[in-house]
């Protein structure tokens, strides 16, 4: 096969016929769609915190507020855009079964502890003062992991868990019903 160069290429010769006005119409009709497709993942509607069901909890002596995130989207998106979350307030995570877990800060706007659960809902680990990531690059995110194995975690306001005292073996109290709903 000859090798032709590029001031030999035959040159296209311009039609008598007036351009179709139904290509440039198209282009116009499916740019917005097509651009709307690919920005769909950062709608305005993924940016916004979740709100799951309140449920009435106790941890050792203090009431709590807490939502439950059960599903792998609800665990994955956790307190991220969250702007205000009281005291008593906070995110439960429910697992499975105890396994190791681990947890990073990305969107969140708050300072949290976060506290790792036996099945048996006692305290088994905490990490105190998880500073609030937003606009950090996922490889740049600090993770938050247990030493062991746990089968919930729970994320509070920093500060709660020296507030009130919380330490190792306190118990979580929750209505059997929560952990047995899917």
Known sequence: MPVIEESRLPVEKKRDRPISLRRPFFFLLAAPL????CLSNFSTTSLKAQELPWVEARLGDHP????IARTDFEK???????RKLDESEGMLFVYDAPEPLSFWMKNTFLALDLVFFSPG???SEIVLGLKPARGIPDARLPGYE????AQY????LSGTVKKWGIG????????SSILNAK
Do not use: T
């Open 168 to 175: 190792l073996g306190d118990k979580l109290e929750l209505p």
């Open 76 to 82: 994955r998106k956790g307190l991220m855009f969250r």
């Open 121 to 123: 809902l006692e305290v």
């Open 64 to 67: 709590l507020r807490l939502m």
């Open 153 to 156: 975690a729970l994320e509070l």
């Open 146 to 149: 247990s030493h062991g194995e």
């Open 34 to 37: 097509f651009l709307g497709s």
